[in-house]
T-cell receptor, first 115, second 107 residues
Framework: GAGVSQSPSNKVTEKGKDVELRCDPI?????LYWYRQSLGQGLEFLIY????????KSGLPSDRFSAERTGGSVSTLTIQRTQQEDSAVYLC?????????????FGEGSWLTVV | DAKTTQPPSMDCAEGRAANLPCNHS???????VYWYRQIHSQGPQYIIH???NNETNEMASLIITEDRKSSTLILPHATLRDTAVYYC????????FGTGTRLKVLA
């Protein structure tokens, strides 16, 4: 596609439910990133996938959060047993990750509201 | 992980140059300096990047110190539409964006 595509764009869920957020990166991009941004806050790194390497999960805030990337393309971020503090916009990005420098392209985000 | 330091906020008069500093003292020799900006809660957008030399494009100029420990993003004639949060994430691989500098351009 022309850019990074995320779905759903908006999601309202009840506390305790599981949610899945999807990211379709730019075709050919080997690196994929997930970030979270709470209202008025900076971007919080969650997880980074690069090719076939093991993902860097160092930013995941708890074991309720997980992500996978199937076939080196589409990624799904799953939040189990959602809590109100999970309410945020979840941003996905991708890059060609050519080494020392690469431009990251972001999607428009998935807005999650936990009620 | 490499870290950067940016002032939390700055104001700039419309039509004047906005100079946004970034300290990246832990940058490695082969890591590029990248700048992005985020308007409201849209996904951050790429502005410019450089390695050692100063760079200029249609959006901005980037000045990198000789020791590469800091850089300055210059918006030569700031407009109201340049009001945004500006980030200079360090490193390679995973990019830590932090809280950036909130630039407010004043009419």
């Amino acid at each position: 596609g022309a850019g990074v595509s995320q779905s759903p764009s908006n999601k309202v869920t009840e506390k305790g439910k599981d949610v899945e957020l999807r990211c379709d990166p730019i075709s050919g991009h080997t690196a994929l990133y997930w970030y979270r941004q709470s209202l008025g806050q900076g971007l919080e790194f969650l997880i980074y996938f690069q090719g076939n390497s093991a993902p860097d999960k160092s930013g995941l805030p708890s074991d309720r959060f997980s992500a996978e990337r199937t076939g080196g393309s589409v990624s799904t971020l799953t939040i189990q047993r959602t809590q109100q503090e999970d309410s945020a916009v979840y941003l996905c990005a991708s890059s060609s990750d050519t080494g020392a420098g690469n431009t990251i392209y972001f999607g428009e985000g998935s807005w999650l509201t936990v009620v | 992980d490499a870290k950067t330091t940016q002032p939390p906020s700055m104001d700039c008069a419309e039509g004047r140059a906005a100079n946004l500093p970034c300290n990246h003292s832990t940058i490695s020799g082969n890591e590029y300096v990248y700048w992005y900006r985020q308007i409201h809660s849209q996904g951050p957008q790429y502005i410019i990047h450089g390695l050692k030399n100063n760079e200029t494009n249609e959006m901005a100029s980037l000045i990198i110190t000789e020791d590469r420990k800091s850089s300055t993003l210059i918006l030569p004639h700031a407009t109201l539409r340049d009001t945004a949060v500006y980030y200079c994430p360090p490193g390679r691989g995973k990019y830590i964006f932090g809280t950036g500098t909130r630039l407010k351009v004043l009419a």
